[in-house]
């Protein structure tokens, strides 16, 4: 299953994105995360990424940045997808 994550560039006061990182949550149908995947995105993603992750299952994203400062916090949790 390939799905599209998008965002917008946060606002920073410590320079320009570095980077981001996407991290992809299996969810149960609990909604309890049960497997996750990470995937680092260069700065000139800024828009958004595909990631290919399996059918089985739902799956969440959140998404953080990083500058000349650190990393920022985790964006919220999306909503649950599924394969169809």
């Known amino acids: 299953m390939t799905v599209r ?3 917008e ?4 006061s410590g320079g320009a994105i570095t980077g ?4 992809a949550l299996r969810l149960d149908a609990r909604g309890r995360v049960v ?5 680092a995105v260069p700065p000139g993603a800024a828009a958004g990424t595909e990631l290919v992750l399996p ?4 799956w969440a994203v959140r998404v953080k ?3 000349d400062l650190g990393w920022g916090p985790l964006s919220p949790r999306s909503a649950a997808a599924r394969a169809r």
């Open 5 to 7: 994550v998008a965002w």
């Open 35 to 39: 497997a996750r995947r990470r995937t």
């Open 65 to 67: 940045a990083r500058n």
């Open 20 to 23: 981001y990182v996407v991290k």
């Open 55 to 58: 059918r089985k299952g739902r």
């Open 9 to 12: 560039a946060p606002v920073t």
